[in-house]
């Protein structure tokens, strides 16, 4: 399975990104998918994931102004952020928990990650 990241680039305090983020490759179900990042010094977190059922999960220090939505015939997900805050300034990192089925007994279940794209909030 592959992902390949769109959309990232640098963009002044206040102002809106959309990353695009589409998967392929062998799988029956995509089972989460969405974002981490990492800024320099720090640890990858959580930024918004969503389930193949459409719950979706947001990092507190980005409700209310990004918002991921996913379009599941194209497999592929959108983070549109808005209001960024220098803060904001990452890697950012699609994420895909993948399953397929490989005979009628059973499945197989595993993870993917992007190869990041960077994201630039200039105060």
């Known amino acids: 399975v592959q992902l390949v990241e769109s959309g990232g680039g640098l963009v002044q305090f206040g102002g809106s990104l959309r990353l695009s983020c589409e998967a392929s490759g062998r799988f029956d179900k995509i089972n989460l998918m969405g974002w981490y990042r990492q800024a320099p010094g720090k640890e990858r977190e959580l930024v918004a994931t969503?389930?193949?059922?459409?719950?979706?999960n947001y990092a507190d220090s980005v409700k209310g102004r990004f918002t991921l939505s996913r379009n599941n015939a194209k497999n592929t997900v959108y983070l549109q952020m808005n209001s960024l805050k220098p803060e904001d300034t990452a890697v950012y990192y699609c994420?895909?928990?993948?399953?397929?089925?490989?005979?009628?007994?059973?499945?197989?279940?595993?993870?993917?990650w992007g190869q990041g794209t960077q994201v630039t909030v200039a105060s």
């Open positions: 994420y895909a928990d993948w399953s397929l089925q490989v005979s009628i007994e059973g499945s197989i279940r595993n993870e993917n």
């Open positions: 969503v389930t193949s059922g459409g719950a979706q």
